[in-house]
DNA sequence: TCGATACTTAGCTTCTTATCTAAGTATATC
DNA sequence: GATATACTTAGATAAGAAGCTAAGTATCGA
């Protein structure tokens, strides 16, 4: 299951904002309404409006509309990318560790070998 | 051990761009020069330095010069603040669940129990 | 039906980002 | 010392993001 190559971007896209995670920390106690979760915000509804249409873009949120309220809900397995990279990169990194660490056992086991002729 | 209001910003905007993630994925496998590390991009070679310099401000890496060359590092432990708040958010994510099914339990009880007089 | 509520759309301004080309500086190599 | 190499700086441009106000639409509640 690989993601589509944008599909990182616009999710750490998403993410690189105060506003966009705090509305995410928020959802993580429960579904609110645009104007709910607008409240805490020092900002125009147009705007606020902008910040969650683009983490529904990013599939962080959904939402739906209910008469006149859209309720807004965080999507649970949305961060798994996010994660899957940041984890490939640690193996990546600690595989070069592991590799860096053999280099040097070998090494050892050279100079323990003992010709003891190079400088 | 909190971090500045405006780290998390800088290392997920730092995340946010596929040419930036590649330089790391490629770090990850050792250092590099930056004209090595452009090879592969297909870009002009100031960009490609803004890019660099951007992952070099969120701390993701560190650059030494030497001689004419500038050396390019891996900074390993950059990457926690992201993962912290990511652990964070599914922590929150995690207790929200486990209170509603103390909600669904005590529900349940309280039927079984079972005066049935509520709606 | 009328007013209030909850968005929604449209249009504008400003700032930032991602690019480029052209030209400059500092080292290394011959 | 002349040339080549490896950045580096200095603009210029175009696109995108974040914010605003003003005005519009659709419900809800009395």
Redesign the interface.
């Known amino acids: 299951m690989n993601l589509s190559?944008?599909q990182?971007?616009i999710?750490?896209?998403a993410?690189?904002?105060?506003t966009r995670?705090a509305i995410?920390?928020r959802l993580?106690?429960?579904p609110a309404s645009v104007t709910e979760l607008a409240a805490p915000f020092d900002m125009a509804l147009p705007s606020f409006l902008g910040h969650v249409r683009r983490l529904e873009a990013a599939g962080l949120v959904a939402t739906a509309k209910d008469g006149r309220v859209r309720t807004v809900t965080?999507v649970?397995g949305a961060?798994t990318p996010?994660?899957g990279?940041?984890d490939e990169?640690?193996a990546?990194?600690e595989?070069?560790l592991d590799r860096l660490d053999d280099y040097v056992t070998r090494l050892m086991k050279e100079r323990a070998n003992g010709s003891g002729s190079e400088d």
């Open positions: 190559p944008g990182l971007d999710l750490f896209q993410l690189g904002d105060p995670r995410l920390e993580a106690r429960g965080l649970p961060f996010v994660r990279w940041l990169q640690r990546l990194w595989g070069r």
